[in-house]
């Protein structure tokens, strides 16, 4: 957040507009002020959007949050909502669980595309989903940039999830091809994956193993075959045949990494892209949508404040992870103050849904945010989020504006989409979408639900993170 010395920010405007358990979002803009219009309708659930386009030498896919997948397909919205935040606990248990094996050992024996970027709500994961081909055949994977292997599952497969598309099968590719387990990319899956690859047998190709900590994992070989973004080819691409696969990876074909390992899709596309990658994550606004962007051409953005830098933190023993330093949150114009701010680097991270910070950070942000939000009713906590309003009797409500600034005074303001997660429909349960670290020696994230609405470009050639609004739209 920018700090104002002697000059008062007058906070969001929130209108909860309670109609029965159907609520539609829309956020207008009032000078320093928007309003949020509740509570939202059923939405389509043809979400499987194949939507890409090529503007000044960018290759973009559309990117669409979960919730607007859904459809009539929800039934009971609130367990939906609910059973949401205990898997995401989940899924941060899984990264502090990776990051400690990686940080302890290695191992364990200038073109630009757009694509569109979805959510997977349908699909029932968390995650934002975009669709790519492989040989020429449509997967429709998570946007991850805390994994480096991109994998679908495959034919024949021992055991799989359920999955909406047709599993991808090799025998039906002519450019299909094994990787030796001999070769470097091979030996690069124990970087990338914390497990070496493993010999199979008749032929000797390459077998991978990527367990994700809170027992999700994909088993397969790892293979060569041509990947279109969008209308870019990208020629013997390395990815995981999955023939054994099972966890949270919902109704998809599987993941895309974007990570920083050189078998990640960033990685293997330099000579194409450049290093450069970056995204608008949607709200879940009805129509709402995104866009993947590969490429650094500014240009294509639609951002409404300037870009701000920070530099990504090195960590050697963690380098395949996007890690950057928060050196300060202000909420509602007030400069927290905690002494740990700029002194422990934070995770930034596409796939987990509600952001955490280390416990005494917290505890400061939640003081004054319940001190600026005082005269409304409490409602019971849940789960991972502990500070929680009954909204349901007031049609306004004034939201303090939260910004979290950066090393280097990059900054990034909180979108109103971002600041509160309704864990049920009709406003009696909404909560301040931000939780606490349950040790302060685990690493922070900065997750998905606060990244709404905001253009962030990772420079890996420049080793740098930046931050600009933006309402996303992929048209």
């Known amino acids: 957040m920018l700090l104002m010395k002697g000059m008062a920010l007058l906070p969001f405007m929130l209108s909860l507009l309670v109609l029965l358990l159907h609520y539609h979002n829309e956020v207008h803009c009032y000078g320093d002020k928007q309003l949020l219009h509740l509570p939202w309708d059923t939405v389509d659930s043809t979400c499987l959007s194949h939507k890409s386009r090529q503007e000044k030498g960018a290759t973009i896919l559309e990117m669409k949050h979960q919730d607007y997948c ?11 909502l609910q059973k949401r935040l205990i898997l995401d606990d989940l899924r941060v248990q899984s990264l502090q669980a990776r990051i400690k094996n990686m940080a302890s050992t290695q191992t364990r024996d200038v073109s630009d595309d757009r694509l569109p970027l979805t959510s997977g709500v349908e699909l029932g994961t968390l995650n934002y989903i975009v669709t790519v081909e492989i040989a020429g055949r449509k997967m429709t994977v998570i946007v991850d940039t805390g994994s480096d292997l991109t994998w679908v599952q495959c ?8 999955q909406k598309e047709p599993l991808f099968n090799p025998t039906a590719s002519p450019s299909y091809r094994t990787v030796p387990c001999n070769s470097s990319e091979c030996q690069s899956l124990a970087f990338a994956t914390g497990n070496t690859g493993i010999c199979g047998e008749n032929p000797p190709t390459c077998n991978y193993v990527v367990s994700y900590g809170d027992g999700s994992y994909t088993r397969g070989e790892l293979a060569h075959d041509q990947l279109n973004l969008g209308k870019t080819p990208v020629d013997n691409f390395i990815f995981g045949c999955g023939r054994n696969n099972n966890g949270l990876f919902g109704g998809t074909s599987g993941l895309l990494g974007l990570g920083r390992s050189s078998i990640s899709l960033v990685s293997q596309t330099k000579a194409i892209f450049g290093g450069f990658f970056s995204y608008c994550l ?35 023993k963690l380098s395949t992870f996007y890690f950057l330093n928060l050196t300060g949150i202000s909420v509602g114009g007030v400069t927290l103050q905690d002494s740990s701010f700029g002194k422990s680097s934070m995770l930034i991270d596409s796939g987990t849904v509600i952001t955490r910070l280390p416990p005494t950070m917290y505890k400061a942000l939640k003081a004054e945010f319940q001190k600026q939000f005082s005269g409304f009713p409490t409602a019971p906590a849940f789960s991972i989020l502990d500070t929680c309003f009954n909204l349901s009797a007031y049609q306004e409500v004034d939201v303090p504006t939260i910004k979290l600034q950066f090393e280097g005074n990059a900054e990034m303001k909180v979108d109103i989409n971002g600041v509160f997660y309704f864990v049920k429909t009709d406003a009696s349960q909404v909560c301040l979408a931000l ?15 606060q990244q709404r609405n905001q253009r962030v470009i990772y420079d890996t050639k420049g080793s740098k993170l930046g931050f600009a609004q933006e309402s996303c739209s992929f048209t």
Do not use: H
């Not at 034919?155 to 359920?162: A, I």
């Open 155 to 162: 034919q024949p497969c021992k055991s799989c999830y359920s």
């Open 435 to 449: 939780a606490s670290l349950s040790f302060e020696d685990e690493i922070g994230i900065i997750a998905n639900y």
């Open 282 to 316: 949607p709200s879940t606004q009805s129509g709402a949508s995104g866009s993947l962007v590969l490429g650094g051409n500014s240009s294509v953005y639609n951002t409404s404040s300037p870009i701000s830098y920070t530099r990504m933190i090195p960590n050697p």
């Open 70 to 80: 859904y459809g009539g397909g929800v039934k009971d919205w609130n367990k939906l």
